[in-house]
């Protein structure tokens, strides 16, 4: 299950409030982060010549540490200049879990050395791709429809250019546990077609995936390249179920499969509705009925049930339902509460530790061989920058230099709300005319600061009925 605490899904924003709170966080983000340049400022006035990090500690933003390591005198100390002062992270808490005041280990930092070589930054981008039909006739391949051939290149360019596949859980919950210097990934699979997964009695008369089939190339693919991860989102339909003609196993012995074999099953409706044209009663069976169906069949990690992808990336039409989308509604004696919402396209995934992140509108990459091969030359060539761990799911690591779409999404108190310690470390040669850095962290607060102005201007004033995906499946 996708365990947001309730808590977090209590700070949703609601529809009617959108754009006023998102105008007050900003003046208040704002005035705070005055506070920090400022003590920031006067940091590097006080202290001179050799600092090796600099720790802001007394102020609502503690957990802001940053890392100029990567520059100090080579006989320095070079494991964990931070480790000292760090800051223990609280763990992400798992709804009926209470773990919230048991004290967690701090997980190793990069060295200075590891910075350098791995590059991490978990502010860039995370590509989500979005499968539909798998075909093995070659007379049938479109945007929305590809084949085992096509689909195992997919994994291959992953896996030549150092990602790693994690669930879709990961990403929603910001566990990602991805080794240092490696691109998170996540893969979904919209409709439960019958070309996505099927088993088959072997020789022995075991089960196993019909390796024509998307789940039969990814465990091929994944037993050959243990470096790359695995897993899968399944955006299920129930009134498909991946179902053949010739069929020879139930439904619930494919979906047991799925589970313990590490895949996700989320909600993508009963009958595939598009949520744009339906009634109130329509709304809350398709997702209720679907969600439902799912708990009583899907145990533990597997179970997604509560993350909608939205049928033809249509958001529904009426502020009512939008309503509760977000907010839950109930239905057959039960509180049916989503956790995230998956739009069909929109281009990769802004980070988790985001300023934009909003799980109502996860982003997502369209396969078909234009929008990827879009998708690929914009990460080959830099213009789209990912993101890349550091190998520690607690802490989140960016550069002090951040590319202008980027930096604009840089809100440290995001991050320190979400518990998490930030390490900021200077990947740029220093500038011999004024000394300094490029793009030190202050300069990046103050450019965060300024984006975040012009941001706040441009706010609407209100997001309801959200805009509607711009190609639909
Ligand atoms: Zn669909």
């Known amino acids: 299950m996708v365990t947001l605490d309730e808590a977090k899904i209590r700070r949703l924003p609601r529809p009617e409030g959108v754009g006023v709170q998102r105008l007050l966080d900003g003046v208040v983000r704002g005035f705070i982060l005055l506070v920090v340049v400022t003590v920031v400022v006067l940091n590097r006035v006080n202290e001179s010549g050799n600092h090796n990090v600099d720790s802001i500690g007394a102020d609502p933003l503690a957990l802001l540490v940053t890392d100029s390591a990567l520059h100090q005198n080579e006989r320095q100390p070079m494991a964990s200049p931070v480790a000292a002062q760090a800051i223990k992270p609280s763990r992400p808490v798992r709804r009926g879990e209470d ?17 350098a070589a791995f590059k991490p930054n978990e502010l860039g981008y995370v590509p989500v791709l979005m499968y539909h039909a798998f075909t093995t006739d070659p007379e049938h391949l479109d945007d929305w429809t590809t084949n085992p051939e096509r689909f195992r290149d997919d994994l291959q360019w992953l896996a030549d250019h150092d990602f790693f596949i994690i669930s879709l859980d990961d990403l929603l919950t910001n566990e990602i546990a991805v080794p240092p210097g490696k691109h998170p990934v996540v893969l979904t699979f919209d409709d439960a077609s019958s070309g996505q997964f099927r088993l088959l009695e072997d020789a022995t008369g075991q089960l196993a995936p019909d390796p024509a089939t998307a789940v039969g190339v990814m465990e091929a693919f994944f037993a050959t390249h243990p470096d790359i991860g695995r897993g899968g989102h399944f955006a299920f339909v129930p009134n498909n179920c991946f179902h053949h003609d010739a069929e020879v196993t139930t439904c619930e012995e494919r979906l047991a499969w799925l589970a313990g074999h590490g895949y996700e099953i989320g909600n993508h409706t009963w009958y595939h509705q598009n949520l744009g044209e339906a009634d109130d009663e329509r709304f809350m069976s398709q997702i209720g009925d679907t969600k439902l169906w799912i708990d009583e069949r899907v145990p533990g990690d597997a179970n997604l049930s509560n993350v909608l992808t939205l049928p033809f990336g249509a958001f529904p039409a009426t502020e009512w339902q939008y309503h509760m989308l977000v907010n839950g509604f109930d239905w057959e004696g039960q509180r049916i509460q989503l956790a995230a919402v998956l739009t069909v396209g929109g281009g990769p995934s802004v980070s988790p530790d985001s300023a934009m992140w909003d799980p109502w509108a996860i982003t997502r ?7 990827l091969g879009y998708w690929q030359a914009q990460i080959e060539t830099g213009a789209t920058t990912l993101y890349t761990s550091d190998g520690n799911p607690t802490v989140t690591t960016i550069p002090e230099a951040l590319p202008e779409d980027l930096a604009a999404q840089f809100d440290p108190s995001v991050i320190a709300g979400k518990g998490r310690s930030l390490v900021g470390y200077n990947a740029e040669p220093a500038d011999e005319t004024t000394g300094l850095h490029q793009g030190d962290m202050a300069a990046l607060v103050r450019s965060w600061t300024s984006a975040r102005r012009k941001r706040a201007s441009r706010v609407r004033p209100s997001k309801v009925p959200r805009p509607r995906a711009g190609n639909v499946r």
């Open 365 to 371: 990459i369209n396969t078909g061989e234009a929008t």
């Open 99 to 115: 773990n919230a005041h048991v004290p967690v280990p701090e997980a190793p930092r990069l060295s200075a050395a590891e910075l």
